[in-house]
Each structure stands twice: as C-alpha cells, then as structure tokens.
C-alpha cells in the first residue's frame, strides 16, 4: 500500500459488489470459484494489483492484494482497491469469465462505491470523478443509478447500484438469504495509534494485529494479514459461516486513512461499531448499512437514528435509503473538539 518513493498514497478503496444469478434458471453447479486463479490474476492485472496471499474455506476464498482485498464466494464478488487502481476497468472480462467459468448468466445486483478522494487529482481514467464511473457503469447496466450521500463540498460517499422500477424485476425468483455489510471509513486517524502499522514499530503483521486489537473486534475468524514496507497494513479475516472482516490502513499523518467492513449478521451494530473506534481513535468517519429484508439488522436505520453519539463521536449528518433488494443507512461523525 506504501513504499519509500511515494511522498502521497490515496488510502480511500473503491469498491466493487457483484452478486450473480442464472434467473428461474438456477444452476447449483455454477460457483465463482470455480474461475482459475490465473484468470484471477490476469483481472487483477487490468486493475493495477496483485495477489499477495490467500485463505478460504468451505463459504469463501478471501485474497490479500498489494492494494486491499478481494472476496469470492459462490455468488458473490467483491473486489476492493486503494491508490490509483482502476477497478471498473476489468467489469466486462470479469462478466466474460463468469459466463465462461463459473456459469452465471446474469448479473443479481451490484454495488460500487467508495468516500470522496482526498487527492482526485492523482486518480487515472475511469476513476477522476464520479461522472466518469457512471458513465462507464451505464454503458453495462440500463437499470443502473447512481447516488451521492452526505456534504458534497466536505465529506461524502457516492454509489452506483441496480435499481430498475418495480415492474422489471423478475418474478418467481427465491427469496434472498440474510445479507448485510457495515462498512466504517476513516480519517484524521491517532498518529501513535497509526505508528503501530509501520515497520519501525513492528516486525510483522501479527505483531501489529494484536498490539493494535484488531484480534478482537471480530474474535474467533482466521486471519490473514500482511504489513507493507516502510508502512501500511491489509487484513482480511473469515469464518466457517461465510462472514468475513477486511481492514486497510494507511498510516501516514498527513493523509492516514482505515477502512473497516463486514458482513457479520447481527440485530445491532453498536458493539461492532464502538470496539472499531476504540481501536483507531479517527478524528471523523462515515459509516455505512447495507440490509436486506431477511436480514438481522433490518432496524439499523432507527438505531443509527437514536445514535447521536458514539462515545467522543457526535453525528452530523443521516440518510437512508431504500433501494431494489436493499435498505441502505448512511451516517458522518466527528470527535467533539478536546
């Protein structure tokens, strides 16, 4: 995520969801991971990143990059990168290869999104602006919307997602399994605290996983980590029961940035939320909710409502909405002034 010659690394993730379907059609032989890795890698190729390791289990195959994470699971898709990578640029091979490999013929939903850059400036075609993702976007999804939550002239968060009129939705298919992701980004980050995620602190990842507690916000996943030379960190985390945790961290006091998601299922995401801002200390951040009907945290809306405040951290902006499948809750915060 950071080396020696960089003097500035745009920690904000772009980040890409891609659920697929065979329709009425269901085929329970197609699965996404049954794409090669070398196709894998030849996707990650377009985007700018590479794999630097892997874990799965019976659920899901989670990849370390050298710019955040990418998840495979049997539908769904999830790739997520940092700096100057250019996600969108690998959509259709991506949709080729599914066909081909893992039997897929539709696209379900999908999700890209990510917070304002700090330094647009930097970023490379498709990825300067958000008028130029959609534009890309639209030429592959006609039912494809795109959306911008929060301060647009300070902090904001923008998505793009499917959500066709009610009348083009195909019927007669299942009802959805539980689905939720809580993604929480942040800035203005403890500078001891990001010390931690330097090798002038720490030898090796394990060692920052657990001075930093980052163990246990989600105990009991197998996790996978990896501290970038001088500085920076990646980790992803699973368990058997398809849940999955990713963190990135950029650590550098003049633009130090921490992404943290999951999509753990549970009826609220307070605890969640508390024990991630403990670990970091930011000095703002934006929080996202994904639900959908079938899921736990239906009622997060009216919980982030009631949420004021989150210990030091005073709200200053919600919005919610709701989408296809999906409820959607967005919230901004910042530390009360010392």
């Known amino acids: 995520m950071s080396d020696s010659g960089v003097q500035f690394f745009e920690g904000v993730e772009k980040l890409l969801e891609i659920w697929f379907t065979n329709g009425r059609d269901s085929n329970k032989h197609s699965d996404l991971r049954k794409i090669p890795r070398g196709k894998l890698e030849s996707i990650l190729k377009i985007v700018h ?102 301060t647009m002239n300070k902090d904001c968060w923008y998505l793009y997602t499917l959500n066709p009129p009610r009348d083009t939705i195909s019927a007669g298919i299942p009802e959805p399994d539980p689905d939720q992701t809580l993604e929480i980004l942040m800035t203005d980050l403890d500078p001891d605290i990001m010390s931690i995620f330097t090798r002038e602190e720490c030898l090796n990842a394990a060692e920052a996983t657990k001075k930093s507690g980052i163990d246990k916000i989600i105990p009991n996943m197998v996790v996978d980590d990896f501290l970038f030379e001088p500085c920076g960190y990646s980790m992803n985390g699973i368990s058997k029961n398809g849940c999955y945790m990713t963190i990135h961290i950029t650590p550098e006091p003049e633009f130090s940035y921490v992404s943290f998601e999951t999509n753990m299922s549970t009826a609220s995401y307070r605890e969640i939320i508390t024990k991630v801002l403990d670990t970091f200390h930011p000095g703002k951040f934006v929080v996202t909710i994904f639900t959908n009907q079938a899921s736990a945290a239906l009622d997060s809306p009216k919980e982030v409502k009631r949420w004021q405040t989150i210990g030091q951290w005073k709200r200053h902006d919600m919005q919610h909405c709701c989408f296809k499948d999906y409820d959607l809750t967005y919230a901004f915060y910042s530390k009360f002034p010392s």
């Open 49 to 150: 990143c590479e794999i630097i390791s892997f874990v799965n289990n019976d659920q899901i195959d989670a990849y370390v990059l050298s710019e955040s994470s990418m998840f495979i699971s049997k539908r769904r898709f999830i790739l997520k990168t940092c700096g100057t990578t250019t996600p969108l640029m690998c959509l259709q091979p991506l949709l080729l290869l599914v066909e081909q490999y893992a039997g897929f013929t539709e696209v379900e939903d999908l999700f890209y999104s990510r917070k304002n850059y700090k330094r647009p400036e930097l970023q490379v075609q498709p990825h300067q602006d958000f008028d130029q993702e959609v534009a890309l976007l639209d030429t592959l999804f006609p039912d494809g919307n795109a959306y911008c939550l929060g």
